[in-house]
């Protein structure tokens, strides 16, 4: 059984080192444990430094691609040095790599496809307080209307199975936490929550340049995602509201014409004629978007086969970088 432990950085060269130097290069039920940094164009020595506290591969995008795209690559690359196991944590010294050990249990016992290291979001220091509350409000409308289980939407403390990290889709360009947690719920995968405690950074995040456009972000990558994945419940959402206030409007014509005949009321009527042909237009809308998951689940099936074969036909080595 091998895991490998991927990191995506960015310009990380503070913290790279700790991060590495803390993570159990042995663990019950793992033969190998290795360690692969990506670095995501950094203009500062983040790979030199990743090399020097004993990362296994060292994977240079040449230019900055964003988290989602090189989460995507990290996986890839970790599936191709042929990791069982798949564990993504950040750079930042947020997470504590000692856990490691536990984010893998119900993997290797079977238990779990996919685990997710929770932390209270609530109590975590230096997380802006507005970041903080929009965090949880974006956890709690997404897992709500997905249907999924509340947990810390948010955290980079995961494991996958081989399978899992196989099956996977990697959607949004932003961040690839959101997306990948629906993903897994959409393949039906088991996702196991397990608590941990996360360190306060110090440094600036890199992902938020500033809240008003973090909010901006993340909320239209939360709406993408949601209509992704339930496009009938959102678009259905929306029909429901439009028709109930095109039918209250046209209610309010109907008592007006019985008590004085209508006169100076038609706008009531002519409000609700386009409320009620919109929130048909959203049905379509709902109809069209669960039709297109279908076909998306498709192409995710012979994704998934495509890569699997191509797992098997060839034996990647150390060198490999594509
Ligand atoms: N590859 C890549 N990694 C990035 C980028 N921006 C941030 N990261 C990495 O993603 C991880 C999370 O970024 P952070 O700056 O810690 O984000 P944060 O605002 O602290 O968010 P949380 O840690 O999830 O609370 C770290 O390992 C970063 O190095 C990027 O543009 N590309
Ligand atoms: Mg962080």
Same mark, same amino acid.
């Given at each position: 059984?091998?895991? =490998?432990?991927?990191?995506? #950085? ?7 080192? /700790? ?8 663990? &019950? $039920? ?8 990506? /670095? ?12 020097? #506290? ?23 690359? &970790? ?11 950040? !750079?930042?010294?947020?997470? /504590? ?6 984010? =893998? ?61 196989? !099956? ?51 909320? =239209?990558? =939360? ?24 039918? #209250? !409007? ?35 809308? $709902? ?29 990647? /080595? ?5």
């Amino acid at each position: 059984m091998k895991l =490998i432990v991927t990191i995506p #950085a960015f310009n990380e060269e503070e913290n790279i080192g /700790d991060v590495i130097r803390e993570i159990p290069r042995t663990l &019950a $039920g793992v033969d190998r444990v290795e360690v692969l940094v990506m /670095d995501d164009g950094s203009s500062d020595r983040t790979s030199e430094v990743a090399k020097a #506290a004993g990362a296994d591969y060292v994977v240079r995008n040449p230019k900055n691609q964003g988290l989602a795209i090189t989460f995507k690559r990290a996986l890839w690359q &970790a599936l191709k040095h042929g990791a069982d196991i798949v564990v993504n944590t950040d !750079a930042d010294n947020h997470y /504590d790599q000692s856990r490691i050990g536990d984010l =893998i249990a119900p993997i290797c016992d079977g238990s779990a496809d996919m685990t997710v290291g929770s932390r209270k979001v609530a109590e975590l220091e230096q997380m802006p307080f507005l970041n903080k509350y929009l965090n949880q409000l974006g956890s709690y409308v997404m897992t709500t209307f997905v249907g999924m289980p509340r947990l810390d939407v948010s955290t980079g403390f995961r494991a996958y199975s081989r399978e899992a990290a196989l !099956a996977l889709g990697v959607y949004s360009l932003h961040t690839y936490v959101h997306t990948t947690l629906l993903s897994a719920h959409d393949l039906h995968l088991n996702i196991v929550e397990v608590p941990i405690k996360a360190r306060p950074v110090a440094r600036k995040s890199r992902l938020i340049k500033n809240i008003p456009s973090h909010v901006w972000k993340a909320s =239209i990558n =939360i709406v993408r995602n949601i209509v992704l994945f339930r496009p009938l419940r959102f678009f259905g959402l929306c029909a429901t509201v439009l028709f109930t206030v095109g039918a #209250a !409007a046209i209610v309010r014509f109907l008592y007006f014409y019985a008590v004085d005949g209508g006169r100076g009321h038609v706008q009531s009527l002519i409000l609700a004629g386009v409320l009620i042909i919109l929130s048909f237009n959203s049905l379509m809308l $709902g109809l069209l978007g669960s039709s297109i998951g279908w076909s998306r689940k498709i192409s995710e099936e012979v994704l998934y086969f495509i890569k699997k074969r191509d797992l098997e036909l060839h034996s990647y /080595d150390k060198t490999d970088s594509d």
